[in-house]
């Protein structure tokens, strides 16, 4: 995984297939997300919480088994984000952020 600085604040980040970028309270947020991958499909999202100092919304995979966190490729879902976890297999995000993530594996 390879992190750059795009100005003194804002960091980006590639996201695939199962990974997790979460923020505990007042460490940062995610400013953005795109979604990345061949025109006309789609990426995809296991977990969503928004908010840049706790969650006060989240959307998960398992709140239903018919909830599908689908995002167009080349389509932007804007923050304050504080948690995504990519869904495993080809999914991938240019993931924008400021702060301190949490960035891990599963």
Same mark, same amino acid.
């Given at each position: 995984?390879?992190?750059?600085?795009?100005?003194?604040?804002?960091?980006?980040?590639?996201?695939?297939? &199962?990974?997790?970028?979460?923020?505990?309270?007042?460490?940062?947020?995610?400013?953005?997300?795109?979604?990345?991958?061949?025109?006309?499909? &789609?990426? &995809?999202?296991?977990?969503?919480?928004?908010?840049?100092?706790?969650?006060?919304?989240?959307?998960?995979?398992?709140?239903?088994?018919?909830?599908?966190?689908?995002?167009?490729?080349?389509?932007?879902?804007?923050?304050?984000?504080?948690?995504?976890?990519?869904?495993?297999?080809?999914?991938?995000?240019?993931?924008?952020?400021?702060?301190?993530?949490?960035?891990?594996?599963?």
């Amino acid at each position: 995984m390879a992190s750059f600085v795009t100005n003194k604040k804002t960091k980006a980040t590639i996201a695939t297939g &199962s990974m997790q970028i979460k923020f505990t309270a007042g460490s940062g947020y995610i400013e953005r997300i795109q979604a990345l991958g061949p025109q006309n499909t &789609s990426s &995809s999202l296991q977990h969503l919480s928004t908010g840049d100092v706790g969650p006060t919304s989240v959307v998960s995979e398992s709140l239903s088994p018919l909830l599908a966190l689908d995002i167009p490729n080349g389509s932007v879902v804007e923050g304050p984000l504080n948690e995504i976890r990519v869904k495993h297999g080809s999914n991938t995000f240019l993931v924008y952020y400021k702060g301190d993530p949490t960035i891990t594996q599963g």
